[in-house]
């Protein structure tokens, strides 16, 4: 799809959240406007036009926009308007729980292979998804069309899977480990590291804690003496 010019990453992340809200509204809510959409997402709505701006704009002012076609245009950009195969190494806690995560098929995502070197896992299967050894990686995707490679292993194997997956010419990685992968030229990596965003929520916390306290005269203000 052609832009006006590239959109910063920021804009996509609005445009995923617009697309996951518009999903889960009512079949029956055939058009929505940009008010309701910035208002149930906390984004202004200025914001919420302005993001589309980017791609040639849509709606008409006072007619809102038709849900249907607001769905299927936020999905071609995203890329979800066809499906995405899927593979996930590491099934563990989080592979497992990321496995069984239905609303990836409502995504156009499609969960392929399940990959482990636990000899224990192999053989079993997840929603009749196979758990195969890495090593069958190679030959697996000469069969399959797979796009995404989500890594969820140990941070030790980390790379090592990523660079399996680079190998595999699986061009997106998406890793949840605790490290940051690297991968060359023609790849694009999404380190998601959850912790960060943990951290960010505890500091948003102690934020809200530390000025309700300071309003009732309960604490000081900050001091790092």
Partial sequence: MKYRRTPPSLTIN????????L???????????????????????TQFRQDFHYFGGFGRPGLGYDRRLLIE????????????????????????ALASY????KMNLKLLGLFDSNP?????????????????LPEFTKTHDVRIGVITTPK???QVICDLFVRCSIRAIWNFTSIQLNAPSGFVVRNEQPALG?????FQLNELEHIGAYKNETRKPYSFD
């Fill in 14 to 21: 609005r445009l995923a959240r617009y697309l996951n809200y």
């Fill in 23 to 45: 999903t889960l509204l009512p079949p029956e809510e055939t058009h929505v406007s940009s008010a309701k959409i910035s208002k149930a997402l906390g984004i202004k709505a």
């Fill in 73 to 96: 245009v936020l999905e071609k950009i995203l890329g979800v308007d066809k499906p995405q195969g899927m593979v996930i190494a590491g099934v563990g806690h989080l592979g497992t």
């Fill in 102 to 105: 239905s609303y990836f098929e």
């Fill in 120 to 136: 224990k896992l192999i053989g079993l299967s997840i929603r009749s998804v196979p758990i195969l050894h890495p090593d069958s």
């Fill in 156 to 158: 030790e194997a980390a």
């Fill in 198 to 202: 943990l951290l960010a929520l505890t």
